[in-house]
């Protein structure tokens, strides 16, 4: 009995994860420095943290007063925590920024996070293909997927497309293949039916981004004249509902304008 309640109690120990506190800042422009397709996953719970994309742990589950978000990690930051602007304004103000008149701006938001597994099934539901694998681009995700080992989530449950970029603008939209005897074998180039690299143009604004502090969607790849710009100004200031302030303007953006400066005070009468 002793020895069962030990095991029990150490388990549990162990499961436990620890949470740490960063400051949040949101990001507009969607990017993955491993090859993640933008059309094959949800672009609006993405994180872009200052540290190599695991291997396992391909989420993250962001806490901000009483709110959390699981976020994939598909890039590497140059030093922010980064979440996508749609993700960013739930966590401040409980909305997508989508809806109208809940589109938030401000500073960073000091929350905690927690590393998740790819398996987690709040992770491979952002995952929008087969099987729920997670979609890397045939040419441009080699060097990652062969730093991960067999037997790790990414090697066992990814899926390989003929597209060229991040932004799914260039390519075709069709699997590759190159099996583990082909790596074993020297090989580094996934076989894909159409031949690797083939495709052109893909359709316009498969990918699209959430414009921060507007809300609105806009392509990620522009396709034809770049419509005028719109208001920059957000519906919510999340610095005035007194957020933690940190960070600075999101990547990809302009930060909101700054309040204007008081009036002067009166001169009194009759000086």
């Known amino acids: 009995m002793r020895t069962a309640s030990f095991v029990a109690a150490f388990a549990s120990c162990v499961a436990v994860t620890t949470a740490k506190s960063v400051f949040v800042t949101p990001h507009q422009q969607y990017s993955s420095s491993v090859g993640v397709l933008g059309c094959k996953v949800d672009t609006n719970r993405a994180a872009y943290w200052p540290l190599p994309v695991d291997c396992n742990n391909v989420c993250v589950k962001v806490t901000y007063q009483g709110r959390h978000v699981t976020l994939l990690r598909v890039d590497v930051s140059g030093g922010a925590y980064d979440i996508s602007y749609d993700a960013w304004n739930y966590l401040a103000v409980g909305f997508s920024a989508k809806e109208p008149g809940k589109n938030a701006g401000g500073k960073g938001l000091q929350a905690d996070y927690e590393d998740v597994r790819g398996s987690d099934p709040e992770c491979k539901k952002l995952m929008h293909t087969a099987g729920n694998k997670l979609a890397f681009s045939a040419q441009n995700s080699q060097n990652f997927i062969t730093s991960c080992a067999p037997g790790t989530f990414v090697r066992d449950n990814k899926v390989e497309y003929n597209i060229g970029d991040a932004q799914c603008s260039v390519g075709k939209d069709e699997v590759c293949t190159l099996t583990e005897a082909d790596r074993a074998a020297g090989l580094n180039q996934p076989a894909c039916p159409g031949g690797l690299g083939t495709g052109g143009k893909m359709k316009p604004c498969l990918v699209k981004d959430v414009e921060y502090p507007t809300g609105k969607l806009v392509c990620a790849v522009p396709d034809g004249p770049t419509p005028p710009p719109s208001s920059k100004v957000p519906s919510i200031n999340v ?33």
């Open 239 to 271: 610095d005035e509902l007194g957020a933690p302030p940190a960070g600075g303007a999101p990547a990809g953006a302009p930060a909101p304008p700054a309040p204007a400066p008081p009036a002067p005070a009166p001169r009194p009468a009759g000086r």
